[in-house]
Nanobody, 118 residues
Framework: QVQLVESGGGLVQVGGSLRLSCAASGTILSRNVMGWYRQAPGKQRELVAT???????YYADSVKGRFAISRDNGKNTVYLQMNSLNPEDTAVYYC????????????WGQGTQVTVSS
């Protein structure tokens, strides 16, 4: 079993920054992808950014140039540095890990609220 615990959410003004963290514990397979997703009220959950265990990254167009995803494999932790935040970034942010070995397994964190006030 795998547990993901997010932290770092909160209230920030337009143009501000936040850094989210997500620590994974349990049996973590070395071949994995960790990512951040978000869900705003009344909207579907959407992909924000992902990073592989080999440090390849992917970003949604809406956050390119503003957000940066990184990870520490030794700590099984993924980070999301969010800069130039705007009200459209307001959402619950979820961490996810996909692990690959003879199939795949996925786990989600409980989510952390990010609110950008104007």
């Amino acid at each position: 079993q795998v547990q993901l615990v997010e932290s770092g959410g909160g209230l920030v003004q337009v143009g501000g920054s936040l850094r989210l963290s997500c620590a994974a514990s349990g049996t973590i397979l070395s071949r994995n992808v960790m990512g951040w997703y978000r869900q705003a009220p009344g909207k579907q959950r959407e992909l924000v950014a992902t990073i592989t265990s080999g440090f390849s990254t992917y970003y949604a167009d809406s956050v390119k140039g503003r957000f940066a995803i990184s990870r520490d494999n030794g700590k099984n932790t993924v980070y999301l540095q969010m800069n130039s935040l705007n009200p459209e970034d307001t959402a619950v942010y979820y961490c996810k890990i996909d692990m690959y070995a003879l199939g795949s397994r996925s786990y989600w964190g409980q989510g952390t609220q990010v609110t950008v006030s104007s």
